[in-house]
């Protein structure tokens, strides 16, 4: 069967990008921003996206690139004989199921308040009564699960139109639609009054705030979050390498995708500060922040239902973006180590997933009391898995079977890395000592911090 691929290569920028942007620029980014000091925080998370999410990035893409098929069998095609990384493949599959087991649910919530503000549910209410809407929902299980249904249905229906014909022509459509709703929104909030304290609070460096908080604590959150924006180490960006062009060098490409999920991260605290500077709101409420602060934000302002609606849409496209590219991964994956179709796999994978997010949904409410991890809820064990084990730990064997001698090599990777036309990685020594020994203990920091 002929490898498909994309239409174009703004096709590829647009879902790589998609499946970067998500949840974690535009809900996370903000109030771990916030917590942290602002605008030093910022800076600090845009080195460590340039020095260790760019090169683990074109890892993924070149094991894609290079191999041709998804995880498991990309690294078959590229490991010594008798050696064991794709077993590493497998491991990729559990945490993409893993990751959607919860974003499902989290994207669910995205398409509630959609509705919520276009119909009016949230006008005319005090600030005790909208914290009450989230809870409501959490404590209604049929909500939620009919918001999760919905995702996971339109998702694989999305891909079950191919690689071109769906998630390709959906994705340009929504991250489109995406990018002008964020600027737009953007420009709205630096125009509110009062928003000048939220912007340079955002993005004018105050060393003495940062100490505050402590800058130790300040580089560990940014050097955390510029890793775990991308998604990286459970071949969630890999799948998409396999089906790209030779025509461009992945250096090049892989800092056009992390451009777009920055602007969208930037763009968000533009939004989000200013707007809680205007209304005195505490920029650093943490995950409350989206679906209690922003909504009381909105009440106040002029035509605040149409804004709260606007918001909330952009938010549905950020996440269902990231919800059909791991699900293109789940179904090439399907395809390629078990030889089925495109339909009997969308078919399979859709119940699979329906089922496997239910345990989400019940726990927040039916099954509240249950505790998994450290006394995690089941959402919150879930995301401890994917986002401090699994990306990490598989991000490190990526790194590990591209510059060692025991994998696929370090010439070998920058080879497929350098192909095509572009920017290109230097070969030199100092790049080579930084990639074998200066990141991978960068990512161990990451991968021991989450664990403790």
Known sequence: MKRESFGSRLGFLLV??????????????????????????????????LCMGVPVLTMELAVGRAGRKSAVQSYRALEKPGSKW????????????????????????????????????????????????????????????????????AGFLVCSLGLQNGLERVTKVMMAALLVLI??????????????GGLSFYLLPDLNRAAEVGFGKVITAAMNQAFFTLSLGIGAMEIFGSYMSDGQTLAGESIRICALDTFVA???GLII???????????????????????????????????????????????FS????????????????????????????????LIASLPCVLGYNVWSSLRIIG?????????????????????????????????????SYLAETNRGNGLRLSGKKAMKFYLQFILPVLILVILIQGLI
């Open 16 to 49: 790589s990008a998609g499946c970067a942007i998500g949840i974690g620029n535009v809900w996370r980014f903000p109030y771990v921003a916030g917590e942290n000091g602002g605008s030093i925080f910022v800076l600090f998370y845009l080195l460590f996206l």
């Open 86 to 153: 794709h077993i590493h493949g497998w491991f990729c599959m559990i945490g993409c199921y893993l990751l959607m087991m919860y974003y499902t649910t989290v994207s669910g919530w995205m398409v509630s308040y959609f509705f919520k503000f276009a119909s009016g549910t949230f006008t005319g209410l005090g600030s005790e009564e909208v914290g009450s809407v989230f809870s409501a929902l959490l404590t209604d299980p049929a909500e939620m699960g009919l918001w999760m249904a919905v995702t996971v249905i």
């Open 183 to 196: 600027v737009v929104l953007a420009a709205h909030s630096l125009l509110l009054p009062g928003a000048a």
């Open 266 to 268: 930037l763009c968000s």
């Open 273 to 319: 500060f200013p707007a809680c500077s205007s209304y005195g709101v505490q920029p650093d409420a943490g995950p409350s922040l989206i679906f209690i602060t922003l909504p009381n934000v909105f009440l106040h302002m002029e035509g605040g239902r149409i804004w709260g609606t606007l918001f909330f849409l952009f938010m549905t496209f950020a996440s």
């Open 322 to 353: 990231t919800v059909i590219a791991v699900f293109e991964n789940l179904l090439a994956s399907c395809i390629d180590n078990f030889g089925w179709d495109r339909k009997k796999a969308v078919l399979i994978n859709c119940i699979g997933i």
């Open 375 to 411: 006394g995690r809820d089941v959402l919150d064990s879930e995301d401890f898995l994917v986002s401090n084990l699994l990306l990490p730990l598989g991000s490190l064997i990526y790194l590990l079977f591209c510059v060692t001698r025991w994998g696929w090599g370090f010439d």
